[in-house]
């Protein structure tokens, strides 16, 4: 093993990007747009550099030593690259390590946990009441199934009564009659 000849042992880069200063949060001007902030002068930057994993060690700092061609064979094999492998490590900057977010919640997993733990409750129930294994199982992935599509269901249709509700207050607040006529009628 030997140190890194990419950072020089450190396991970061320079990117000459700095952090925004903390005393103005990267405005560069204090409470008064006329005077410059104290701390940063104006800039707007602070003295602390923004770094990037290294490419080469994926930030540790050292790599392994390089095979030295003895005979014509070892010279032809070649190990992987850090830099050329299929993951990439993340950027100190960016501090994003996984998929990206639409911003959209998915409720797919909690309703299969769900539904994972309540089959899993009904066929102990099963068994413990003294049904067979298979009929166990059987029960338990017809209630894995069932809750499945009864939460699925219930999820999109309480999304729909809520997006009514909020068009019928829309509407309440704007002043259509429908919408009046609506409320009159739901609430007697």
Known sequence: MTTCNVCSGTGSLATGRYESCYGCGGRGYGSSIDQACTACGG?????????????????????????????????????????????????????????????????????????????????????????????????ALAVLIATNIVLFVAYHLLRIAFFALLAVAAGNILGFDWARELVRTLLG
Not at 71 to 98: E, Q
């Open 43 to 139: 800039s707007g930057n602070s003295t602390r550099e923004v770094r990037d994993v290294c490419f080469q060690c994926c930030g540790g700092g050292i790599v392994d030593d390089p095979t030295p061609p003895s005979t014509a064979r070892s010279a032809t094999r070649r190990s992987p690259s850090p830099a050329k492998s299929a993951t990439k490590a993340p950027t100190a900057s960016s501090g994003k390590t996984g998929k990206a977010s639409s911003g959209r919640t998915d409720p797919s997993g909690t309703i299969g946990t769900i539904a994972v733990v309540a089959a899993i409750i009904a066929g102990v129930a099963a068994f413990s009441g003294g049904q067979p294994a298979a009929e166990a199982v059987g029960i």
